[in-house]
Antibody
Protein backbone atom coordinates (compact mmCIF):
# COMPACT_ATOMS: atom_id res chain seq x y z
CA UNK A 1 0.00 0.00 0.00
CA UNK A 2 1.05 3.61 -0.50
CA UNK A 3 3.01 4.97 2.44
CA UNK A 4 4.80 8.21 3.18
CA UNK A 5 6.84 7.78 6.34
CA UNK A 6 8.33 10.92 7.84
CA UNK A 7 11.28 11.33 10.17
CA UNK A 8 10.89 11.92 13.87
CA UNK A 9 10.30 15.00 15.95
CA UNK A 10 12.99 17.68 16.13
CA UNK A 11 13.89 20.31 18.67
CA UNK A 12 15.97 23.22 17.36
CA UNK A 13 17.31 26.51 18.60
CA UNK A 14 16.55 29.80 16.84
CA UNK A 15 18.84 30.37 13.89
CA UNK A 16 19.45 26.69 13.29
CA UNK A 17 18.36 24.56 10.33
CA UNK A 18 16.25 21.44 10.21
CA UNK A 19 16.17 18.72 7.55
CA UNK A 20 13.14 16.46 7.43
CA UNK A 21 12.70 13.31 5.39
CA UNK A 22 9.73 11.65 3.73
CA UNK A 23 10.25 8.07 2.53
CA UNK A 24 7.83 6.83 -0.11
CA UNK A 25 6.81 3.25 -0.77
CA UNK A 26 4.08 1.29 -2.53
CA UNK A 27 4.07 3.29 -5.75
CA UNK A 28 6.31 4.54 -8.56
CA UNK A 29 8.29 7.29 -6.86
CA UNK A 30 9.01 9.30 -9.99
CA UNK A 31 5.37 9.50 -11.09
CA UNK A 32 4.10 11.74 -8.30
CA UNK A 33 4.94 15.22 -7.08
CA UNK A 34 5.65 15.63 -3.37
CA UNK A 35 4.38 18.70 -1.51
CA UNK A 36 5.38 19.95 1.92
CA UNK A 37 2.67 21.54 4.05
CA UNK A 38 2.89 22.76 7.63
CA UNK A 39 0.51 23.65 10.45
CA UNK A 40 1.62 25.88 13.29
CA UNK A 41 -0.19 25.56 16.64
CA UNK A 42 -3.68 26.98 16.39
CA UNK A 43 -3.14 27.94 12.75
CA UNK A 44 -4.24 26.59 9.38
CA UNK A 45 -2.44 24.58 6.75
CA UNK A 46 0.30 26.43 4.90
CA UNK A 47 1.73 25.30 1.57
CA UNK A 48 5.52 25.34 1.54
CA UNK A 49 6.65 23.90 -1.76
CA UNK A 50 6.68 21.10 -4.30
CA UNK A 51 9.29 18.82 -5.84
CA UNK A 52 9.15 16.64 -8.91
CA UNK A 53 11.01 13.45 -7.96
CA UNK A 54 11.71 12.59 -11.58
CA UNK A 55 13.70 15.68 -12.53
CA UNK A 56 14.21 17.25 -9.12
CA UNK A 57 12.64 20.58 -10.11
CA UNK A 58 11.19 22.60 -7.26
CA UNK A 59 8.86 25.51 -6.58
CA UNK A 60 8.56 27.20 -3.22
CA UNK A 61 6.01 29.37 -1.48
CA UNK A 62 6.83 33.06 -1.28
CA UNK A 63 6.96 32.94 2.51
CA UNK A 64 9.87 30.49 2.37
CA UNK A 65 11.91 31.74 -0.57
CA UNK A 66 15.58 31.87 0.28
CA UNK A 67 15.49 29.55 3.28
CA UNK A 68 13.88 26.33 2.01
CA UNK A 69 15.46 23.59 -0.05
CA UNK A 70 13.78 20.41 -1.26
CA UNK A 71 15.79 17.51 -2.62
CA UNK A 72 15.22 13.88 -3.41
CA UNK A 73 17.20 10.63 -3.35
CA UNK A 74 15.90 8.34 -6.05
CA UNK A 75 17.89 5.37 -4.75
CA UNK A 76 15.88 5.36 -1.51
CA UNK A 77 12.65 7.00 -2.76
CA UNK A 78 13.07 9.72 -0.17
CA UNK A 79 12.34 13.43 -0.34
CA UNK A 80 14.03 15.92 1.98
CA UNK A 81 12.97 19.39 3.08
CA UNK A 82 15.51 21.66 4.74
CA UNK A 83 14.44 24.92 6.39
CA UNK A 84 17.06 27.33 7.64
CA UNK A 85 17.20 30.41 9.91
CA UNK A 86 14.53 28.95 12.15
CA UNK A 87 12.50 31.14 14.49
CA UNK A 88 9.79 30.32 17.00
CA UNK A 89 7.29 30.98 14.21
CA UNK A 90 8.53 27.82 12.49
CA UNK A 91 7.27 25.65 15.33
CA UNK A 92 4.75 23.46 13.55
CA UNK A 93 3.79 20.02 12.36
CA UNK A 94 5.25 19.45 8.91
CA UNK A 95 3.59 17.10 6.44
CA UNK A 96 4.67 15.67 3.12
CA UNK A 97 1.94 14.68 0.67
CA UNK A 98 1.79 12.96 -2.71
CA UNK A 99 0.22 14.52 -5.83
CA UNK A 100 -0.46 12.48 -9.00
CA UNK A 101 -0.68 15.58 -11.23
CA UNK A 102 2.37 14.46 -13.20
CA UNK A 103 0.35 11.67 -14.75
CA UNK A 104 -3.27 12.40 -13.94
CA UNK A 105 -5.47 13.95 -11.29
CA UNK A 106 -4.36 16.90 -9.17
CA UNK A 107 -4.82 16.43 -5.44
CA UNK A 108 -2.81 15.62 -2.33
CA UNK A 109 -4.02 12.05 -2.10
CA UNK A 110 -1.71 10.51 0.48
CA UNK A 111 -0.09 12.23 3.41
CA UNK A 112 2.74 11.42 5.76
CA UNK A 113 2.07 11.14 9.48
CA UNK A 114 3.57 14.56 10.18
CA UNK A 115 6.73 15.66 11.97
CA UNK A 116 6.68 18.08 14.89
CA UNK A 117 9.42 20.68 14.80
CA UNK A 118 9.83 22.77 17.93
CA UNK A 119 12.00 25.87 17.88
CA UNK A 120 12.95 27.25 21.26
CA UNK A 121 15.93 28.80 22.98
CA UNK B 1 0.52 34.89 -2.18
CA UNK B 2 -2.28 35.40 0.34
CA UNK B 3 -4.31 32.57 1.81
CA UNK B 4 -7.69 31.92 0.26
CA UNK B 5 -10.53 33.27 2.40
CA UNK B 6 -12.84 30.86 4.19
CA UNK B 7 -15.37 31.47 6.97
CA UNK B 8 -13.82 30.69 10.35
CA UNK B 9 -16.69 28.47 11.39
CA UNK B 10 -19.87 26.89 10.09
CA UNK B 11 -22.35 24.87 12.09
CA UNK B 12 -25.34 22.70 11.35
CA UNK B 13 -27.60 20.06 12.82
CA UNK B 14 -27.41 16.37 11.93
CA UNK B 15 -29.05 15.73 8.57
CA UNK B 16 -28.77 19.33 7.42
CA UNK B 17 -26.61 20.65 4.57
CA UNK B 18 -23.91 23.25 4.94
CA UNK B 19 -21.74 25.09 2.42
CA UNK B 20 -18.23 26.39 2.95
CA UNK B 21 -16.95 29.10 0.63
CA UNK B 22 -13.37 29.64 -0.49
CA UNK B 23 -12.58 32.98 -2.11
CA UNK B 24 -9.41 33.61 -4.04
CA UNK B 25 -8.32 35.80 -6.92
CA UNK B 26 -7.82 35.69 -10.66
CA UNK B 27 -4.32 34.35 -9.96
CA UNK B 28 -5.55 31.16 -8.34
CA UNK B 29 -9.17 30.00 -7.96
CA UNK B 30 -10.44 32.17 -10.79
CA UNK B 31 -7.90 30.96 -13.34
CA UNK B 32 -7.58 27.24 -12.69
CA UNK B 33 -9.98 24.34 -12.18
CA UNK B 34 -7.50 22.88 -9.72
CA UNK B 35 -9.28 23.48 -6.44
CA UNK B 36 -9.25 20.69 -3.88
CA UNK B 37 -10.76 20.31 -0.43
CA UNK B 38 -9.37 18.55 2.65
CA UNK B 39 -10.87 17.38 5.90
CA UNK B 40 -8.58 17.59 8.90
CA UNK B 41 -9.25 16.02 12.25
CA UNK B 42 -6.82 17.25 14.95
CA UNK B 43 -3.84 14.97 15.35
CA UNK B 44 -4.43 13.14 12.09
CA UNK B 45 -3.25 13.69 8.54
CA UNK B 46 -5.60 15.65 6.26
CA UNK B 47 -7.84 13.69 3.92
CA UNK B 48 -8.74 14.68 0.36
CA UNK B 49 -12.48 15.09 -0.22
CA UNK B 50 -12.71 16.89 -3.56
CA UNK B 51 -10.22 17.55 -6.35
CA UNK B 52 -10.33 19.56 -9.56
CA UNK B 53 -13.31 21.57 -8.24
CA UNK B 54 -15.94 18.83 -8.18
CA UNK B 55 -14.42 15.35 -8.46
CA UNK B 56 -14.45 12.90 -5.56
CA UNK B 57 -11.59 10.51 -4.85
CA UNK B 58 -12.51 6.86 -4.65
CA UNK B 59 -14.05 6.02 -1.29
CA UNK B 60 -15.22 9.52 -0.40
CA UNK B 61 -18.91 9.80 0.43
CA UNK B 62 -21.17 11.44 -2.16
CA UNK B 63 -22.42 13.65 0.69
CA UNK B 64 -19.44 15.85 -0.19
CA UNK B 65 -19.66 17.95 -3.34
CA UNK B 66 -17.75 20.85 -4.81
CA UNK B 67 -18.35 23.70 -7.22
CA UNK B 68 -16.84 26.95 -8.41
CA UNK B 69 -18.05 30.28 -9.71
CA UNK B 70 -15.57 32.96 -10.66
CA UNK B 71 -13.03 33.42 -7.89
CA UNK B 72 -15.04 31.47 -5.31
CA UNK B 73 -15.13 27.72 -4.79
CA UNK B 74 -17.56 25.96 -2.49
CA UNK B 75 -17.79 22.69 -0.60
CA UNK B 76 -21.22 21.38 0.34
CA UNK B 77 -21.74 18.70 2.96
CA UNK B 78 -25.20 17.20 2.83
CA UNK B 79 -26.79 14.92 5.40
CA UNK B 80 -24.46 16.28 8.08
CA UNK B 81 -23.16 13.65 10.49
CA UNK B 82 -21.37 13.85 13.82
CA UNK B 83 -18.15 12.52 12.28
CA UNK B 84 -18.11 15.46 9.86
CA UNK B 85 -17.06 17.69 12.73
CA UNK B 86 -13.54 18.73 11.70
CA UNK B 87 -11.54 21.49 10.07
CA UNK B 88 -11.90 21.93 6.31
CA UNK B 89 -9.42 23.54 3.95
CA UNK B 90 -9.58 24.48 0.31
CA UNK B 91 -6.44 24.52 -1.79
CA UNK B 92 -5.87 26.01 -5.22
CA UNK B 93 -3.16 25.85 -7.82
CA UNK B 94 -1.77 29.34 -8.35
CA UNK B 95 0.68 30.77 -10.87
CA UNK B 96 4.12 29.28 -11.52
CA UNK B 97 3.45 25.78 -10.14
CA UNK B 98 2.66 27.01 -6.65
CA UNK B 99 -0.32 26.32 -4.44
CA UNK B 100 -2.20 28.17 -1.74
CA UNK B 101 -4.44 26.89 1.06
CA UNK B 102 -7.51 28.51 2.48
CA UNK B 103 -7.67 29.92 5.99
CA UNK B 104 -9.66 26.92 7.17
CA UNK B 105 -13.20 26.42 8.45
CA UNK B 106 -14.19 24.67 11.66
CA UNK B 107 -17.37 22.69 11.15
CA UNK B 108 -19.48 22.02 14.22
CA UNK B 109 -22.33 19.51 14.15
Amino acid sequence: QVQLVQSGAEVKKPGASVKLSCKASGYIFTSYYIHWVRQAPGQGLEWMGIISPSGGSTNYGQNFQGRITMTRDMSTSTVYMELSSLTSQDTAVYYCARDPRLTGDSLLDNWGQGTLVSVSS
Amino acid sequence: QSALTQPASVSGSPGQSITISCTGTTSDVGSYDLVSWYQHHPGKAPKALIFEVSKRPSGVSNRFSGSKSGNTASLTISGLQAEDEADYYCCSYADSNTYVFGTGTKVTV
